[in-house]
């Protein structure tokens, strides 16, 4: 998923903390690194959209939903945006004014 790339990108440009998580993960396990990490916003695609709704229900997070092919079930209660319908950044826009500090961290993984 190439959306995978941006959004990685886009968080470490905004100073925000990328986590990326397993796709294998059950539930239990999404819901686990979820509570621990506790993100403001979830990127997930539609095949993953089941193991990790009912967290983002609870956690009352946004949703940013990609879906390659065909369409996902989007859950009842759960803040879901399209990433296709979200606005095209402007190419000439610079990045945000972020000073990263030695201390920050950039990403978590979860092993």
Do not use: K, S
């Not at 939903?65 to 079930?73: D, V």
Request: charged fraction near 30%; proline fraction near 10%.
């Amino acid at each position: 998923h190439p959306e995978w790339q941006i959004a990685f990108w886009a968080v470490q440009l905004a100073g925000l903390i990328a986590v990326p998580l397993n796709a294998w993960w059950t539930e239990d396990e999404f819901t686990y690194a979820l509570d621990d990490c506790e993100p403001g916003v979830l990127l997930v695609d539609g095949e993953r959209m089941d193991r990790v709704a009912g967290w983002a229900r609870r956690a009352g997070v946004r949703v940013v939903l990609f879906q390659r092919h065909g369409e996902a079930r989007l859950p009842d209660g759960v803040r879901v945006e399209r990433y296709e319908d979200l606005p095209a950044p402007d190419p000439l826009a610079a990045p945000p004014d972020v000073e990263p500090r030695p201390e920050d961290d950039a990403t978590i993984i979860y092993t």
